[in-house]
């Protein structure tokens, strides 16, 4: 059932489906939609990964999940997709959560990432395979995470209102994260191509080379913003 929900969204999803290894991985997130912003940190709602048998359409396994602030939107659903790597399913909610991708087992989940926008994106190195994912919250000091200041295109750093973080897949646990300027939604999924990350947000497009250890910016473009 597509239609709309008795608060005025819709309940369609608005991610896309992973397939891997004769599996077809969806999430699926009905909610009344949030029309006043304020009220984003006291909603919940219950998103469903299913994974699917590509074949016949059988459901094979499913994981309920809470999802809350940064994770519903205004509509009502979220836009994260599933990403299915090494034979793990991460999804990027309140919290990144990984499952073994053929039974559904969770193996760990990350509550430094919360945003439902963006979508994570696997990063394979000769040291392993990493995670990239957009989260609407900031590492705090606290957290112990290195980081490695998003700077504009004069080189001065940019205030902090969310990060890109890099995840271990085989832990969840975070290795370095750099700070970005505030985007409420965090929409924008990181891309990796020959070891450089694309990072686009509110104050145009940031290329760092990557390393699992120290990411380096390489330039800024304020493209999209003039």
């Not at 897949?169 to 070891?195: F, H, M, Q, Y």
Request: a negative charge.
């Amino acid at each position: 059932d597509l239609g709309e929900t008795a608060g005025g969204g819709f309940a369609s999803p608005r991610g896309t489906p992973a397939v891997a290894d004769g599996r077809v991985f969806v999430l699926y997130g009905p909610a009344a939609p949030i029309k006043d912003p304020t009220e984003r940190p006291k909603r919940t709602s219950s998103v469903t990964l299913f994974c699917l048998n590509a074949a016949t359409g059988e459901i094979m396994w499913q994981a309920d999940q809470a999802a809350t602030t940064a994770s519903i939107t205004m509509h009502g659903s979220p836009f994260t997709s599933p990403l299915v790597v090494d034979g793990v399913c991460v999804v990027q909610l309140t919290g990144a959560v990984a499952y073994e991708a053929a039974t559904g087992k969770r193996l760990w989940t990350q509550p430094a990432i919360d945003g439902a926008h963006a979508s994570p994106t696997a990063w394979k190195t000769d040291h392993g395979t990493f995670l990239l994912c957009c989260s609407a919250v900031p590492p705090t000091p606290e957290s112990k995470i290195p980081v490695f200041p998003h700077m504009d295109a004069t080189g001065k750093p940019l205030p902090s209102g969310r990060a890109v973080y890099c995840l271990d897949l085989k832990t969840g646990e975070p290795r370095w994260a750099i700070p970005a300027p505030a985007d409420i939604w965090c929409a924008s999924t990181p891309t990796v191509a020959d070891n450089t990350l694309f990072d686009l947000d509110s104050t145009g497009v940031t290329a760092f080379t990557l390393d699992p250890d120290k990411p380096h910016q390489l330039w800024a473009s304020p493209a999209g913003t003039i």
